[in-house]
Structure formats: C-alpha cells, structure tokens
Nanobody
Framework: VQLQASGGGLVQPGGCLRL?????????????VGWFRQAPGKERDLVAA????????NYADSMKGRFTISRDNAKNTVYLQMNSLEPEDTAVYYC????????????WGQGTLVTVSS
C-alpha cells in the first residue's frame, strides 16, 4: 500500500488545518491508519488512529478534543482535522498503515509539515 499525506502549512495559533492521507494499492488489507507527528529533536509520537473497517478511533490524551480523525473509504482517504492549534503542535505529520497480519504500522507516507506560528 502507498500513502500520500497532504494539507500541511503555516497557521496562526488558534487556527485549524485538515490533513489528508490518500491510500492506494492494497487498501483492502488495511486494518488501521494512524497519524503520527515528529517535532524537531523529538521522537515520533502517535496522534490518532482509526480502524479502516469500523471507524473506531483512538487518540493520544493530549489531542483529545482538539483533533479528529476520520475516514472516507470510498476515497481511500483518512483525514486529521486539527483545531485550536498551538505552537507546540508544530511538527512533521505522517500517516501510516497497519495491514492485515501485521502487528505494527509498517507502511508510511512521506510526511507533511505543520507550522503553528504568529
């Protein structure tokens, strides 16, 4: 499966962005799609994940209430709606897929940069 992340950019504090992750190839084998982020000098952390089939979601505690992950199976696309953005949300955001019979997110998109600054 191939993943293409898009939608990043420069936004002011308090603003919002919607990231998109378009999947292609073996989408029928996707179990979960997750959004991760990596800030400069920090490790890559999970932001949110969604079950490809039933839409159940999981969020990192610090993202609950501000970020929403959703999917459109007809478009093979997963979205991350980010509201009330803070400078601390500045990072490269990656989407990744966990496939059937796999135990980890092993398929990654190229990342999209989100910069929150005035």
């Amino acid at each position: 499966v191939q993943l293409q992340a898009s939608g990043g950019g420069l936004v002011q504090p308090g603003g919002c962005l919607r990231l998109s992750c378009a999947a292609s190839g073996r989408t029928f084998s996707i179990v979960f799609v997750g959004w991760f982020r990596q800030a400069p000098g920090k490790e890559r952390d999970l932001v949110a994940a969604i079950n490809w089939s039933d839409g159940m979601t999981n969020y990192a505690d610090s993202m609950k209430g501000r970020f929403t992950i959703s999917r459109d199976n007809a478009k093979n696309t997963v979205y991350l709606q980010m509201n009330s953005l803070e400078p601390e949300d500045t990072a490269v955001y990656y989407c990744a897929a966990r496939m059937n019979l796999e135990t980890a997110f092993a398929h990654w998109g190229q990342g999209t940069l989100v910069t929150v600054s005035s």
